[in-house]
């Protein structure tokens, strides 16, 4: 199994990373587990042109094709983002919104292959869990225009700092011991 485990924030060292962290050193007991951060990619915005319904390709040439690359080797896709204003932060929004030409809801499109399961990390700093609710939500829509299969999800609460995370570390832990136990 290959484990691809992205850090959707352009936060590099923060929480986001230090779930990232956790998560890779847990499926990579077991597996190759690959983290990647979305700042390490430089692309566009969607301009929506809508070519790519026609042609299931992009008009734009950046990055966008190397963090597909790694969807494309991957088995498994574990999604650790944070809250920005209830949602996903911009920089994966717009990854999103840039992988029309995969999505499943126009012909032709293109795909990065069959049997993929994914997987959601979300934290916010507030109490309510409903935020991480939506932010599941926005993952899971992505996942299933990609043709990945949704296989579960954790929610986090009042995690702001890095250091906040070491109250959830056994529950991430779980967490990915349910991944490995599900191959």
């Known amino acids: 199994m290959n ?10 060292t923060g929480a986001t990373a230090r779930i990232v962290e956790i998560a890779q050193a847990q499926l990579s007991k077991h597996h190759e587990a690959r983290a990647v951060c979305i700042d390490d990619y430089r692309f566009g915005f969607c301009h929506g042109c809508r070519r790519c319904h026609a042609t299931a390709r992009c008009v734009q040439r950046d990055d966008v094709d190397a963090l597909i690359a790694e969807f ?10 944070p809250s920005y ?5 911009g920089q994966f929004k717009a990854f999103i919104d840039r992988c029309t030409p995969w999505c499943n809801t ?11 399961r994914g997987y959601a ?9 409903r935020e991480c609710e939506r932010l599941i939500q926005t993952i899971e829509h992505f996942y299933g225009h990609m043709e990945i299969e ?10 702001e700092h890095r250091e906040d995370v070491a109250k959830h570390e056994e529950e991430i832990m779980r967490f990915c011991e349910r991944i490995l136990a599900s191959f």
């Open 150 to 159: 949704c296989c579960g999800s954790l929610g986090l609460c009042r995690v």
């Open 85 to 89: 204003w209830a949602d996903v932060p």
């Open 121 to 129: 990390i979300v934290l916010r700093t507030g109490p309510n869990m």
């Open 3 to 12: 484990a691809l485990i992205i850090n959707a924030s352009p936060v590099r």
């Open 106 to 116: 126009h012909e032709p499109h293109a795909s990065i292959g069959s049997g993929k």
């Open 72 to 81: 494309v080797r991957a088995d498994v896709i574990v999604t650790v983002s």
